[in-house]
């Protein structure tokens, strides 16, 4: 059998209901059998591929807190060190009634690829609870933070492993979580989490950098097939902090963004969100307020209970959560004439979707790489923390972009030398320095 399947068939019998998981992994492995052809007996006696899709360490723990009413709850807390091969684990926390272990580890092993392909020294990891944020009282979610890092902060540190905020943790919760690792450890190492407040040590442009990011990658995108992003019609899905990031950028560059989505349905604004409704969605993220506001206060069209792929769009950006975009979705959208679609949430497309779009010929730029830009701050974060210096907003800016342009070229180049999609070459790539590192560090 072939070593990829074996691998694959392995993962899948040993971890069988980590759906997300051989979501992710098929997706990966799938995209590297020409690079393992080249090299298979040195990554079979190594190895290699056993390594690269378990975890090297998984942190499970229990999370008692107290409510408002003096009743104890208890969570589960989780942090996956997946790979540590180029750098300090790195990967953000989530907050949220779906969190797994399986979750957990898609994520962190999605994470290891995306960080690799940003050419900063860090690794992947992914953490979070399943505890709910939405409806708790600022000091009940002061309580579990506390609750949460007494735990967690043993487990990190600024060159073990750096967390960041992800669903349901916004800046509020990564001050709590940060005070309260500064009491334990009795040191002011704030290079331990990143996203935080300018006050203390977090770094211009955070909140908008992965929104940013994927607008930089678009824009290289839509170059390489000789399109510009002015005057484009996109549906952006989502209506967080990605999405608000995407929308402000671009339509500062010309886009028209057509569509907003929560769970309840999606938002309709035919000529394109003006800046009095990018400005309302930091209202609505952080009031937790349902998409269809906007069209209470702005009359703008509300579409219960459906997703806004069924718009006629040049781009789709999804930037919602995972598996938001199926097949029937890619069926809509292919027929409605979209061009491409960029990623902007974690593995946004379902298996069946993606193959779709390549069988006709729409070209799809993978999460792993549209969506680095959060993280590659959060590593200039983590630098600006280590040399007590604060690069301004320009500076920042301007890092980002650079990072965003060599992502497409990698990934641009590795499709073009094994001849496979776009994704795909992004997979290559940050394989390419993971498995190099590992190889040389010997085979622990």
Known sequence: MNY?????????????????????????????YKVIAENEELYRKNALLERLVEPE????????????????????????????????????????????????????????????LTGLPIGGGKGGSDFDPIGKSDNEIKRFCVSFMTELYRHIGPDR??????????????????????????????????????????????????GFGITYFLQEMLRDKGEELNGKKIAISGCGNVAWGAAQKMT??????????????????????????????LQVRSANLPVGNFSEKFGLEFVPGKRPWERTVDIAVPCATQN???????????????????????????????????????????????NAGGVAVSALEMSQDSIRYSWTEKEVDEKLHGIMKNIFKQSKEMSEKYSVTLAQGANI?????????????GNY
Request: contains cysteine; neutral net charge; hydrophobic residues 35%.
């Open 4 to 32: 990829i399947d074996e691998v694959y068939e392995n993962l899948v019998r040993k971890y069988p209901e980590e759906k997300e998981f051989h979501q992710t992994a098929k997706e990966v492995l799938d995209s590297l």
């Open 252 to 281: 500062e560059l010309g886009a028209k963004i057509v569509t907003l989505s929560d769970p309840s349905g999606y938002i309709y604004a035919p000529e394109g969100l003006r800046e009095e409704h990018i400005r309302y969605m």
């Open 429 to 441: 790539a940050g394989f390419l320095k993971v498995a190099d590192a590992m190889l040389k560090q």
């Open 324 to 370: 938001e975009l199926d097949r029937r979705d890619a069926e809509n959208l292919v027929k409605n004439g979209v061009l491409m679609i960029c990623e902007g949430s974690n593995m946004p497309c379902t298996l069946e979707a993606t193959e779709y779009f390549d069988s006709r010929g729409v070209t799809l730029g993978p999460s792993k790489a549209a």
């Open 57 to 116: 360490r998984s942190i499970v723990f229990r999370t008692p807190w107290e409510d408002d009413k003096g009743q104890i709850h208890v969570n589960t807390g989780y942090r996956v060190q997946f790979n540590g091969a180029i750098g300090p684990y790195k990967g953000g926390l989530r907050f949220h009634p779906s969190v797994r272990l399986g979750t957990m580890k898609f994520l962190a092993f999605e994470q290891t690829f995306k960080n690799s």
């Open 161 to 210: 492993d750096v967390p960041a905020g992800d669903l349901g943790v916004s800046g509020k919760e990564i001050g709590y979580l940060f005070g309260q690792y500064r009491r334990i450890r009795g040191s002011y190492e704030n290079g331990v989490i990143t996203g935080k407040d300018l006050s203390f040590g977090g770094s211009k442009i955070r909140p908008e950098a992965t």
